[in-house]
């Protein structure tokens, strides 16, 4: 009977080199993914990010490589204030209170200095047919898809209310948004989160200072009361803003009257409040 010879299994050396062939090509793969991401169009970035944060009601951090919106870096940098050049005879008194009321903000901007998360804002004085209009962006008093007031904006509205509590001219607070939609169970849409962050300042206003109430009032616009196009990251930036409105004489006519007892209009003449000059 012939023995049947004992095929020896020849060890393979080279196996090795699949594991490597591998790793070289999970290696590029990784390289070309980060290339791609640092060629990333920022702004469409910034936009993406800041949809997601509204969708998901702010529960997430997210990073991107530059200050876009919805994003805040650990800085803080001077308030930059501009005062629109007001025109007609009676813009004295309103150029006097936005001088003042400036040179307060920058003051306060130093109280704020060393505080991380602040983000640069522009903020604009102007004069409009409605009264005096003190514009800033959303992004200082508030977090994307927020209402609750960022603590390093109390240096600004401590100049702002002792600026104005003084004031016998009605003040509305106004809120307003971009087009990005929001639906959270707090906040279902963009009417809801600007007439949120309206009342917001109202409830700090009232709390930290002796405003009279019947002079205040909040207005939530969404995102139909633009000032600049939704189509690009800059003008989503225009338009998320709050803007406090120092109501003229003219409109302060227009408001709704309060109810007046004729027992307490018999009472001590109170002490004749500021008026401002237009």
Known sequence: MARKKKVEEHENLERWLV???DFITLLFAF???MYAMSRVD???MGSAVESLQRALGSVISVQTPSSRAGVFNDFSSPIQVTIVPLSGAKSQEARKLAEDLKAKIEGAAGKGEGVKGAPSYQMNLLVQERGLVIRVSDQYFFRTGEAAIRPEVIPFLEALGQTLQPLDHPIRIEGHTD????NTAQFPSNWELSTARATTIIRYLLTHFKFDPQKLSAAGYGEHRPVAANDTGEGRNQNRRVDVVVLN???K???PAAFQDPQAA???AAAAPKKLGY
């Open 249 to 251: 004489s003219r409109e």
């Open 19 to 21: 594991s490597y062939a």
């Open 253 to 255: 006519k227009t408001e």
């Open 179 to 182: 087009n990005v939609p929001i």
């Open 31 to 33: 390289f070309v993914t």
């Open 42 to 44: 920022e702004q469409k």
């Open 266 to 268: 018999q009472g001590p």
